[in-house]
């Protein structure tokens, strides 16, 4: 089959096991949850991985924000 406009999208969020034992967590991640923002901002201005994977395939690609912490980003969505 042929498909003229793909689209992939990534939602992201945090579960908050990967948090510090200080913070309420349980320590389980080798990055602290700040990380997870900045990935979903350059999955979003197309500089993580996956989008180099999506324009070769032709598809476009959209970081949806379903609970990342510490809230809504702080910046505009290019998307």
Same mark, same amino acid.
């Given at each position: ?6 689209? /992939? ?7 908050? +096991? &990967?948090?510090? @034992?200080?913070?309420?967590? @349980?320590? /389980?991640? &080798? $990055? ?6 900045? =990935? =979903?901002? &350059? ?5 993580? %991985?996956? /989008?180099?994977? &999506?324009?070769? %395939? ?7 924000? =379903?609970?990342?912490?510490? %809230?809504? +980003?702080? $910046? @505009?969505?290019?998307?």
């Amino acid at each position: 089959p042929r498909i003229d406009d793909a689209l /992939c999208l990534v939602f992201a969020a945090d579960h908050g +096991a &990967a948090r510090d @034992e200080r913070d309420g967590g @349980e320590g /389980c991640s &080798a $990055y602290p949850p700040s990380v997870t923002r900045k =990935v =979903v901002e &350059a999955l979003d201005r197309g500089l993580a %991985g996956a /989008c180099a994977l &999506a324009r070769r %395939g032709g598809a476009r690609l959209r970081a949806v924000d =379903v609970g990342v912490s510490p %809230g809504p +980003a702080a $910046y @505009e969505w290019s998307g």
